[in-house]
């Protein structure tokens, strides 16, 4: 079996990037984090087997910075980088860069992420493996006159996206054809400023849905899929609830999820992890492709707390050269896990971030319950990145059973006097429509047009 790698240089923070520390360390892999001034006192610093300090707090003069990031790996002689997710996980630029210095890219190649980051390019892809796509345009839509052909062949309403764009930006409700024109110049213009690229598709707005994912792993010529993630819990496109598996979906709708998934990565000869995404028809109980996501995703534990399958150990043996060590026959999906995404920001004043410092930290325990967090008493929260403390994940045999652990797991996490969404989540988590499973992308809007009580 081909040896693992010696060592890799993590170019992120926070949680992630002591995720990825201790999964070096179970393989026996020397970690070196590369980390800005505003971390400097953080715990993936202080665990890390190296840490050097590449630049200020500001994002883009540190972790954003493709120079700086590759000149650390060099000068520390890492065999290879692990982008963890956000900042440079997906920028192709960097990872040729990386590619033409002979460093190891724990990720896919560059070619993928170019071709998968184009949303055109890959619902084209889609389309030859014969994965079912949402109705609507067939490539860049740029006229008014073309945008109306579609409008009457699909109808109202309708969903203009940029091609460049993710993370729930860059997209428009059109719902008749009196703003139609207007719209489209609007989003084309916003694209251009947001992602520069101007291009943009159209697609017909499904109204009732859910938003499920397949996580993936292939080693070029394997695929493995891995079930789905329930990531229908949103507010303005951001995830605040996973689950595996989905209440909405059968033994039967599974199969044929994650066979659209294996022919959609065989159709590129994918390699490493990646994360297909699907819009579900709750009327029509049909799922489309909406994107692929190229790098690992923040909610990959719950994938992990049902398959007993560790992600990034995986992706790490991939970046190694090895062969996939599962194949699809050896996948269970085993009881129920749930994911909340504990943000240091305040739901009664429209999810304000309130980065501070946590005097006291009690994490959590007891069966079942992990916490993927790299915060402990005495850490700031700085104002400069995202505003997440950790990862709070339950496993249990039901979903019921789950559901009952994490409000138990929320009641017992305190973080001292930091403002968090805990007591939001825990609510959405005790109420009735959670409860039942039959929910769609706009239920958490709707439950906060009628004011909850926290």
């Excluded at 428009?172 to 989003?187: G, H, M, P, Y």
């Excluded at 990959?300 to 992706?315: A, C, K, N, R, S």
């Excluded at 402990?376 to 496993?395: C, Q």
Aim: charged residues 25%; contains cysteine; glycine residues 8%.
């Amino acid at each position: 079996m081909t040896e693992l790698l010696n060592s890799v240089l993590i170019a992120n923070r926070g949680e992630i990037a002591l995720r990825i520390i201790r999964a070096c360390k179970e393989l026996g892999i020397k970690s070196i984090l590369a980390y800005s001034e505003g971390d400097r006192d953080s715990l993936p610093v202080k665990l890390a087997d190296k840490a050097v300090c590449i630049g200020p707090a500001n994002a883009a003069k540190s972790y954003n910075s493709p120079e700086l990031i590759l000149s650390a790996a060099m000068a520390f002689g890492a065999e290879a980088i692990h982008p963890g997710y956000g900042f440079l996980s997906e920028k192709a630029d960097f990872v040729k860069m990386v590619e033409e210095e002979g460093i190891t890219f724990v990720g896919p190649a560059a070619e993928h992420i170019a071709l998968m980051g184009d949303k055109i390019q890959a619902k084209k892809i889609a389309k030859k493996a014969g994965v079912p796509t949402v109705p609507g345009s067939d490539g860049v839509v740029s006229e008014p006159e073309e945008a109306l052909q579609i409008a009457k062949e699909t109808g109202f309403p309708l969903l203009i996206k940029a091609a460049a764009g993710g993370g729930g930006r860059g997209m428009r409700v059109v719902n008749s054809e009196e703003t139609l024109e207007k719209d489209l110049k609007e989003i084309m213009s916003e694209a251009q400023t947001a992602f520069n690229d101007p291009s943009v598709y159209i697609e017909r707005y499904l109204t009732d849905i859910r938003h499920i994912e397949i996580q993936v792993l292939a080693d070029g010529e394997n695929v493995v899929a891995l079930g789905e993630r329930d990531c229908t819990s949103q507010r303005r496109n951001q995830k605040l609830i996973e689950e595996a598996p989905s209440p909405a979906i059968d033994e039967e709708l599974r199969a044929g999820l994650e066979e659209a998934a294996i022919n959609l990565c065989k159709e590129v000869g994918y390699r490493n992890a990646g994360t297909i995404e699907f819009v579900f028809d709750n009327i029509e109980r049909k799922y489309y492709f909406i994107e692929m996501n190229t790098r690992i995703q923040v909610e990959h534990p719950v994938t992990e707390m049902v398959t007993g399958v560790d992600l990034i150990q995986e992706q790490l043996r991939i970046a190694s050269g090895q062969k996939l060590r599962h194949t699809q026959e050896d996948v269970q999906i085993n009881g129920h896990a749930i994911e909340c995404r504990i943000n240091a920001e305040d739901p009664t004043q429209n999810f304000a971030p309130r980065p501070g410092k946590i005097e006291h930290f009690r994490q959590p325990g007891g069966f079942g319950v992990r916490m993927d967090t790299h915060i402990e008493a005495g850490y700031t929260i700085p104002p400069f990145y995202d505003s997440m403390v950790g990862k709070l994940i339950v496993w249990a045999e039901t979903r019921d059973e789950a559901i009952a652990r994490m409000l138990r797991a929320i009641d017992e996490m305190d973080v001292g006097d930091v403002v968090t969404t805990a007591p939001f989540q825990a609510t959405l988590l005790d109420s009735e429509q959670f409860r039942s499973g039959e929910f769609n992308t706009g239920y958490v809007a709707k439950m906060l047009e009628a004011g909850i009580e926290l």
